[in-house]
């Protein structure tokens, strides 16, 4: 016959055993893994509408003629734009949280193009003061020199699924808002 008290004792130093088990440092668990998101996952397909962690180079703005370009779906992201000499932007849809590593991982992307390509400065639109000047850091630890000619807070309409969008025109750093109400298929929607 089987104690119940030697089961139920067996049983606790077998999970306090599992519990104290070292666990290595390397491995995220699945839902961490799951958690974990990337800084930019590709080129925006369409300038005029760049959405959350996508981006535009310059180059590639210059290239195909591109006249505007605007950073969409925003309810608490920032948008970040990057100018050559001419105002040809490099531009940037950070997703909140990880402002100033995505901050200087633009910055960096930039840097790589060459100083010709960030020579006219850059312009950051956020949805808070803390936010923007986080991205600003982060740029600047990438590109120390470079100059921060627009700073702004966007004012976002009222609801669960208000958005702004912040379009800027070749050849200017004015940054033109806009807020519309999103749809529950956009990215970014609250439940």
Same mark, same amino acid.
């Given at each position: 016959?089987?104690?119940?008290?030697?089961?139920?004792?067996?049983?606790?130093?077998?999970?306090?055993?599992?519990?104290a088990a070292p666990v290595s440092s390397d491995v995220a668990a699945p839902e961490a893994r799951s958690l974990e998101? @990337?800084?930019?996952?590709? $080129? /925006?397909?369409?300038?005029?509408?760049? &959405?959350?962690?996508?981006?535009?180079? *310059?180059?590639?703005?210059?290239?195909?003629?591109?006249?505007?370009?605007?950073?969409?779906?925003?309810?608490?992201?920032?948008?970040?734009?990057?100018?050559?000499?001419?105002?040809?932007?490099?531009?940037?849809?950070?997703?909140?949280?990880?402002? @100033?590593?995505?901050?200087? $991982? /633009?910055?960096?992307?930039?840097?790589? &193009?060459?100083?010709?390509?960030?020579? *006219?400065g850059a312009g950051i639109s956020s949805s808070t003061p803390t936010r923007l000047k986080a991205v600003k850091d982060?740029?600047?630890?990438?590109?120390?020199?470079?100059?921060?000619?627009?700073?702004?807070?966007?004012?976002?309409?009222?609801?669960?699924?208000?958005?702004?969008?912040?379009?800027?025109?070749?050849?200017?750093?004015?940054?033109?808002?806009?807020?519309?109400? *999103?749809?529950?298929?956009?990215?970014?929607?609250?439940?």
């Open positions: 016959m089987v104690n119940v008290k030697s089961l139920f004792v067996g049983a606790s130093v077998l999970i306090s055993g599992i519990a998101r @990337r800084t930019f996952t590709g $080129a /925006a397909s369409d300038p005029n509408n760049i &959405l959350e962690n996508t981006y535009i180079m *310059g180059p590639n703005y210059k290239s195909k003629g591109y006249t505007s370009a605007t950073v969409s779906n925003l309810s608490g992201c920032t948008a970040l734009y990057i100018w050559d000499k001419d105002f040809i932007p490099s531009v940037f849809h950070i997703f909140c949280g990880q402002e @100033r590593a995505d901050g200087k $991982a /633009a910055g960096e992307m930039v840097e790589e &193009l060459g100083s010709q390509w960030w020579a *006219g982060g740029l600047k630890e990438a590109i120390p020199d470079i100059r921060i000619i627009n700073e702004e807070i966007y004012t976002r309409g009222e609801g669960d699924m208000a958005r702004t969008k912040v379009t800027v025109a070749k050849n200017s750093n004015v940054f033109n808002e806009v807020n519309y109400e *999103g749809t529950p298929t956009q990215q970014g929607k609250k439940n």
